[in-house]
């Protein structure tokens, strides 16, 4: 009985030998919000199961580091992967430590879905969207802030991306006023390359924005 308690005791210590990934409850997900994907993070990388076999997976992260006891330090990093092992996981490798406080975006291409994330005891905010605004039909978006990161995911069409700042570029006022006036034709394509943005939003579109004030996360499907 002792023998048989140590082998498991070891096979736990090898398993978990070499990573410190662990995985996270901080997920939310459209269209599927039940999806069986899950998120790990480890010291400089991020593991993601259950993605559809051989997709491909485009992604973004934000985060904020503290600096002298204040956040003022912005972390972004973007790319994409392909599940060329058919495995349905990628693992996402970030040149320096992932902030605790960050949040990851991630779209399974094929599978069509999209997925917001951050390190597991992180503070996890999910901002209801408004749907005055967040509406088929839409050609701007009005969101209050100082910085927004917009990911528009469209159906067997494309992605596309927008870095706004207050007054600046991706800000259609030009005005530094805490009031972002984000315009569809400003997103740039992230997957295909090259790809305009369509003119407005529309029925079936995803859309994931993300706070840099607050990480606060808006993860939409637009309604007819």
């Known amino acids: 009985m002792q023998a ?3 082998r498991a005791l070891l096979a736990v210590f090898v398993l978990n030998t070499g990573t410190s990934m662990v995985e ?14 899950r998120v790990f993070y480890g010291d400089s990388e991020v593991r993601v199961d259950g993605l559809t076999p051989g997709t491909r997976v485009v992604w973004f992260a934000l985060g904020l580091e503290r600096v002298a006891n204040a956040w003022s330090s912005v972390v972004r990093q973007r790319g994409e992967e392909v599940d060329n092992d058919l495995d349905g996981s990628l693992t996402f490798e970030s040149p320096q430590k992932i902030p605790r406080s960050s949040v990851w ?37 009005l969101l209050q802030g100082t910085s927004w990161d917009v990911l528009w995911f469209r159906k067997q069409q494309g992605i596309w991306q927008l870095t706004s700042k207050d007054g600046g570029p991706g800000d259609r006022d030009g005005v530094g006023n805490r009031r972002m ?14 790809r305009d943005p369509p003119r407005s939003l529309e029925a079936g579109d995803i859309v994931l924005a993300v706070n840099r004030d607050s990480l606060g996360v808006t993860l939409v499907e637009i309604t007819p």
């Open 4 to 6: 048989v308690f140590l």
């Open 24 to 37: 996270t409850t901080n997920l939310s997900s459209l269209p599927d919000s039940s999806s069986g994907a």
């Open 105 to 141: 975006a991630f779209v399974d291409v094929d599978g069509e879905q999209v997925y917001a994330s951050s390190p597991s005891g992180a503070r996890f905010r999910l901002v209801e969207a408004d749907r005055t605004r967040f509406r088929k039909g839409a050609r701007r978006l």
């Open 181 to 194: 006036d984000i315009s569809a034709d400003d997103f740039v394509a992230r997957f295909p390359e090259g």
